[in-house]
T-cell receptor, first 115, second 114 residues
Framework: GAVVSQHPSWVICKSGTSVKIECRSLDFQATTMFWYRQFPKQSLMLMATSNEGSKATYEQGVEKDKFLINHASLTLSTLTVTSAHPEDSSFYIC???????????FGQGTRLTVV | AQSVAQPEDQVNVAEGNPLTVKCTYSVSGNPYLFWYVQYPNRGLQFLLKYITGDNLVKGSYGFEAEFNKSQTSFHLKKPSALVSDSALYFCAVRDVSNAGKSTFGDGTTLTVKP
């Protein structure tokens, strides 16, 4: 199947700093990518839909100025957590479907810990 | 709005026994249904999907799922469970009219004991 690569797999940062997470589709072009946040033993919460060449669409309650999303090419979307705080610590996952009626391919996830 | 319900937080089975992980859904149009599995600290892996066609769908690792339109269910099944099947399972429905956005159930933790 298709491959979506997410980097880094884990990161520890100090409170107040920013962290960038990359999501790449390695063998297909993804005009749309999705960013999720997952708390321990909970489901995936959709944060935003990343659209190539246009602004991301954020879900209600997600701060767009805090979670910056850039989809600069058909194979790369980035999520930047700005001025991170301990409550931002979580597991972040990206996904990209090849088409709207195929399965989504997920990155490996990024464990963010803010200290 | 679409939604997915996984009524069981936890399913425990003995190795070799059949397993079922339940899922019900609610959509306004034709359902695009998926099952994914997640291992600790990893992303989700695709198991199987129902888009159209036969109600019984076969997928990876011996899993299958039966689409039941009248009961709006899409239960995941396997005839003989393995210890290595122990993981977190998510049912999802895709909204093809909304950029392919997926809605996930809350997940079911499957534990297979030797």
């Amino acid at each position: 199947g298709a491959v979506v690569s997410q980097h880094p797999s884990w990161v520890i940062c100090k409170s107040g700093t920013s962290v960038k997470i990359e999501c790449r589709s390695l063998d297909f072009q993804a005009t749309t990518m999705f960013w999720y946040r997952q708390f321990p033993k909970q489901s995936l919460m959709l944060m935003a839909t990343s659209n190539e060449g246009s602004k991301a669409t954020y879900e209600q309650g997600v701060e767009k100025d805090k979670f910056l999303i850039n989809h600069a090419s058909l194979t790369l979307s980035t999520l930047t957590v700005t001025s991170a705080h301990p409550e931002d610590s979580s597991f972040y996952i990206c996904s990209a479907p090849k088409t709207v009626n195929t399965e989504a391919f997920f990155g490996q996830g990024t464990r963010l810990t803010v200290v | 709005a679409q939604s997915v319900a996984q009524p069981e937080d936890q399913v425990n089975v003995a190795e070799g026994n059949p397993l079922t992980v339940k899922c019900t859904y609610s959509v306004s149009g034709n359902p695009y249904l998926f099952w994914y599995v997640q291992y600790p600290n990893r992303g989700l892996q695709f198991l199987l999907k129902y888009i159209t066609g036969d109600n019984l769908v076969k997928g990876s690792y011996g899993f299958e799922a039966e689409f039941n339109k009248s009961q709006t269910s899409f239960h995941l099944k396997k005839p003989s469970a393995l210890v290595s099947d122990s993981a977190l399972y998510f049912c999802a429905v895709r909204d093809v009219s909304n950029a392919g956005k997926s809605t996930f159930g809350d997940g079911t933790t499957l534990t297979v004991k030797p």
